[in-house]
């Protein structure tokens, strides 16, 4: 089964969701149906060593434009997590009390997913440039259409950034393209000995400002805390789950092979940058009372961790690197959903105005409990592994931005324990206590499913890491 199937089934799904409009049932069984199905074709493209996991297909061929998808061991878990992020999200909304389902934000996630799929899978720099740029879209329509009254500038904001940034990188593949004489924009057609090492130092910025912004790195955060505390927490669970992986894996795949010269001379400025971010981030956190913020400024506290491990650029850390962004979406997504559910019930999202959430549920209690050890890398979650692997490659590349960044054991202990005994612990201070009807049996199964994962990858962490560790050697010998 080609690549394709990817890409149509949750085009087709868009469609389908579009016209179910308000029906939650068919709602949830598309979201079911698309999610199997794709985790189902990935399994056997894994099991098959990705043999017949690739298309190339002419798309503008004047311009030498290739529709050229694969999946590989590089990109397999990038496309395991837009998976599980989707149907996380989709889950969330297609839940929602009778009649507040909607079925144009199931399309624009399904859609969004397309866009995805296409960015992890690209093997033409043109195909991945149009689909990282669409996946602006959906987002756009869904916080500006049903964010806070806010939302709408905060988008903004987001587009903006986000477009001024992927015009370097388009310009950066316009140079490449004309600049070597290549016939396509096949990945495979470039190469870092075609770029002399000061045109690649300045190809490596283009691209790297593109990616930062959308990670989002310090100090190209700005537009990241408005966007996730005024959108609808479906989008804020696709942009923090798995729309900031998409300037990881550009960062992996394209950036570091083909310029490596160009991280050679600014790699320290921005891994120093990257190092200062984890602290930053970590320090907001602590001192924000809208829960949203709270998990908003640890995103960024936890991506500047891979960042800086991204540029330290050893097996070490890209090991590290592959294994935190798994268990980082899964965590923010889970920390996301259950934040939701409880400012839904409290009205509020103040931290001084919640307390006591415990006596409501006592399960949910447990379910953000586990989110927040995977969060803070407790040993046996999924979040120890990856931190592990990343501190130790910062560790090699200098000894006093690890002690940085290792900062991040402590402070994201502190404010995500804050965070846990605001919601959970105390007195309660309304009467949503006796009002909760509980979370419903579909969302139940869906947290319970990354629970599962928090779980799962934090006692069996091969099972990334073993796919993870031929895509590591492979990226390796460009460098």
């Not at 408005?226 to 550009?250: H, N």
């Not at 960024?300 to 097996?315: E, F, K, Q, T």
């Not at 890209?318 to 400012?343: D, T």
Request: aromatic share 16%; hydrophobic share 55%; net charge neutral.
């Amino acid at each position: 089964m080609n690549p394709l199937y990817l890409f149509v089934s949750p085009l087709v799904a868009a469609v389908l969701s579009w016209l179910a409009g308000k029906n939650g049932n068919l709602q949830k069984a598309l979201t079911v149906l698309v999610f199997v199905g794709s985790l189902a074709v990935l399994y056997t493209w894994k099991q098959a060593a990705f043999v017949d996991a690739s298309i190339s297909l002419p798309w503008i061929h004047s311009f030498g434009i290739y529709l050229a998808l694969a999946a590989n061991p590089i990109n397999f878990w990038f496309l395991v997590l837009t998976a599980i992020v989707v149907f996380a999200a989709q889950m969330y909304h297609s839940s929602k009390e009778e009649g507040a389902v909607r079925g144009d934000v199931m399309a624009m996630i399904f859609l969004l997913q397309v866009f995805l799929f296409g960015v992890f899978m690209a093997q033409d720099l043109m195909l991945f440039y149009f689909c990282y740029e669409a996946t602006i879209l959906p987002i756009y329509y869904i916080s500006s259409r049903y964010g806070s009254p806010a939302a709408e500038r905060a988008t903004i904001k987001f587009f903006l950034y986000t477009l001024f940034g992927s015009l370097f990188m388009l310009l950066g593949i316009l140079y490449m393209y004309n600049s070597t004489g290549a016939e396509n924009f096949l990945i495979s057609s470039f190469n870092p000995y075609y770029f002399s090492g000061s045109v690649q130092g300045w190809l490596f910025l283009a691209f790297f400002i593109a990616f930062a912004i959308k990670m989002p790195l310090f100090p190209f955060h700005s537009w990241q805390a408005d966007v996730y505390a005024e959108s609808p927490v479906e989008s804020t669970m696709l942009m923090s789950g798995i729309l900031l992986k998409m300037g990881v894996f550009g960062m992996l795949t394209i950036v570091i092979p083909l310029f490596p010269q160009g991280l050679k001379d600014y790699g320290y400025i921005f891994i120093g940058l990257s190092a200062f971010g984890v602290l930053y981030g970590a320090l907001v956190a602590m001192v924000q009372y809208d829960i949203r913020k709270v998990l908003a400024y640890s995103s960024l506290s936890h991506v500047g961790l891979i960042g800086a491990g991204l540029l330290a650029y050893s097996d070490v850390a890209l090991e590290g690197v592959v294994l935190q962004m798994f268990a980082h979406g899964v965590n923010i997504a889970g920390l996301f959903f259950v934040s939701e559910i409880i400012a839904k019930q409290t009205g509020t999202r103040d931290l001084d105005l919640m307390g006591g959430f415990t006596r409501a549920s006592f399960g949910l209690t447990v379910l953000f409990f586990v989110f927040l050890l995977g969060s803070i890398a407790v040993p046996l979650t999924n979040g120890f592994p990856g931190e592990f692997k990343l501190l130790m490659g910062i560790f090699e590349y200098n000894i006093y931005l690890g002690i940085l960044c290792g900062s991040t054991v402590i402070l994201s202990s502190v404010y995500m324990l804050r965070l846990f005994q605001k919601t959970m612990l105390g007195k309660e201070s309304g009467d949503y206590i006796l009002s909760f009807q509980g979370v419903g049996a579909f969302r139940t199964v869906g947290l319970s499913l990354l629970v599962a994962l928090v779980l799962l990858f934090g006692l069996f962490p091969g099972i990334i890491s073993g796919v993870a560790d031929t895509a590591v050697r492979t990226l390796l010998t460009a460098y």
